[in-house]
Each structure stands twice: as structure tokens, then as C-alpha cells.
DNA sequence: GTCTATACTTCGATAGAC
DNA sequence: GTCTATCGAAGTATAGAC
């Protein structure tokens, strides 16, 4: 076939002679309306056809600019993946917490664990950050951030509804969920849905038991 | 940086011309003794460096041999791919079915599920899946069957332990105990270990509930 | 800030000799 | 069954004009 890029390039695959020294390249600015859309462009490609499809040139015609720009305002096509994806986590976080501060429960929790996309955008992230390890560290970071705000919401929730330890301990809840949502997320990718009523009302049902019906629906 | 290939190559993203009815390009025998070699060395780099590092160059420099020889074994890459995944789904099904006939319990779905190799495979090929059709049919077909396997499994346990639907139903049980494996695996993958001992005993105590100790350790 | 042009690398795939 | 040779496509990245 054609060339491409996911299996050497200097940036991608090795580390690459980064010539930290000289290099008066140019970089656009952050706040800049174009690098923007760049940063949506790559998104929806990353979802919509995974990873392999973010390339420049795919990535500029998807946002109607030169793939050229894409250098422009990324050194490197990692810097670009790391930019996606720190752009969407930092909205990702917010959004939870906002959520949790307004309705600590775990059936808030359970709710904004199941939302497919952030499934499969992480599941994507994962699989890219298998090998790249300058991308890895960053999954870790907001992995373990993101881990600690639900933990925060989840406690609470288990304070408030009188759960208790030799229940059910928090994290191991929240590995719970979290768990059950990928595989339910990840089957759907595939047109398997085996099982997926019975669980999602087991868990339902569980939530129940734990956190009895109070205000909302 | 330099050319690749996961972007576009004729036969990897779009479907390419296939050119159905001529081609009379020979195609090696499946028996192939040197066919194997090609399928080990692959399967070793997509398990260690992703997908994304299985091109027919590297897997030839892998197993000693010219990277035309994997074009000689497999009409495309992508037939390359589906054969690393039946031939892995098929053995990791055989064992399964093993170990379950040999004791039909619980916690051996859990000591199968958790198997950290077997989840990295089936987490790079749903990123694989994702975006190439010829793939996710495979897939999703050995799914089925290995959901089907355990399923089975389980719910001769359950019958064996006396568990009832009204505590947990099988499958229920089966989704929640591959869920919280996937977690704990890509987890590690990146570093994070978070809560894993925690959910590891919530686990093994649940199971140790539903299923009180009869011989083994 | 955006564009044209271009260097260089790797990829998938095939043809044809041995 | 394996090798040499080669095509054509696509990728990352840079230089330099506008």
C-alpha cells in the first residue's frame, strides 16, 4: 500500500533526534482560533476512526487548512495527541466535578461513568500510550486525577447514605463501575450487547440497595 | 517525520481495490512451518508495541525472515491480523474450556479473566476494531463464543454453590468480573494501581461468599 | 499566520527470477 | 518457497516566500 506513518516516523515511534539545541522553528501561539480547530479536528478523527487516523495531512483536511498549519502549531505529532488529549480531560474533570458538587450520589457517579464516549476516548488513549511513552505519562497523570475526584464524590455519597466499609469500600465501588461501564462500552464497539440488561440492572439495583430513593427520579 | 503506514494504505483503512476475479498471485500453504514463525512474530510485537508496530517490514526483521514472505503468506494485512487473533482466540478458548471442565468454580473464571496478557490482546484489537470492519466481525464473533464458554461455566458454579438469580445472575457476574480485570490491566499498564488491592479483596471475598471453600486453596 | 515546495522515510503490494 | 527489484502512495517535518 501507501506509506503512512504509525510505524517509524522519528517523532512517533522512536525518540528521534530532537536537536534540542538550535531549531529557531517557528510554534503558533496557544490561544489561536486555528490551532482550535486543529485540536477538533484531531478529536473527532480519534473518535470517529482511531488514533491511526490522526495523521497531519487527515487532520488539516478535516479542518479545511494546509496540514502544514499542523506542524505550525504542534513540534511533533505527540505534542498534538498530548493536546487533545490534556484539552479533553480538563473538560472531562470539570464537567464531573460540577456534576458531583451538585449531586453527590452514587447514581451520579455511575451515570457520568457510563457515558460512551469518554469510554472509548480513554480505551483509544490507552492503547496508544502502550507504546509511546511521552503520552503515557500524561494518561497516568489525569488518570489518577480523575480517579481521585470520583473517589472525593463517592465517599461522600457513602458517608451521607450510611454505607459502610465492610459493605463496600469506595475506590473498590468505583473500580466496580468503572469496570462495568468499559466492557459494556467496549461491546457495544463491537455489536455485542450478551448480557448488558441483566448487568446494567443488577448494578441499578445495587445502587439502590446502597442509596436508598430520596429527591430525584 | 518519515512514511508509515496506518493512515491510509490501500488495503489498511479504506477497503482498496481488490480486484476480486483475476490475481493469480499465489498465496503459501496454512501448514506452512515459516507461515507460523510469521504469525509468532507478529502476534509478539502487536502484544509488545501495538498494532500500530505490526507491519509486514518489521514483522519479516522479526522472525529472520524477507518482509515479502509475509505478503506471500497473507493476501493483506488485514488477513494477517484476522489470522493472529482466531489462532490466539482459539487457543485461549481451549484452555478456558480446559480449566473449566477440570473445575468449574468461580473463582477459576476469575483466575482465567484475570490473565493480564489476554486482556492487553483484546483491548488492542477493540482499538483495532474500531476502525477496520474486517476485524471487528472477527471479533466480535470470538466474543461471543468466549462469552458463551464462561457463561456456561458459570452458571454449572452457581448451580453447584446454590447461588440464586435473585442474589446475582450468571452472566451479571461474568460482565462484572471481566470489567473489573480490564480495569485493573490497563491500569497497570500505565502505572496506576490505585485502589487494586482493595477491589482485588472485595472480589475474592465476594466470591469466597457466593462460593464458601470446598478443597483447593 | 498561511502557503508552496520539497526532503526523506516507511509502508503495502506485486512481478519475476531462481 | 524464497529472493531481488521496484512502484506508487502516504506520512512527518522543514525551509522559505508572501
Known sequence: MSGGRLASGRSLWHAGAVKATSSARRIGTVDSKTRGRILDAAE??????GYAAVTSRRVGAKAGLKSQLVHYYFRTMDDLFVEI?????ERDLRR???ALAADPSLRTVW???????????SIEFVA??????????????YAERFRAAQLKALTSAFDKSGITADQIAPIAALLLMTGVAQVLTLDEQLGVKTGHDETVSYVQSAIARLEPEEANP
Open 44 to 49: 473527532r478523527l480519534l473518535l470517529d476512526e
Open 111 to 121: 451515570k457520568l461513568t457510563t457515558d460512551p464516549s469518554g469510554t472509548v476516548f
Open 128 to 141: 496508544l500510550a502502550n507504546h509511546r511513552k511521552a503520552i503515557r505519562a500524561e494518561i497516568a497523570h
Open 85 to 89: 488529549f490534556r484539552r479533553r480531560a
Open 96 to 98: 464531573f466535578e460540577r
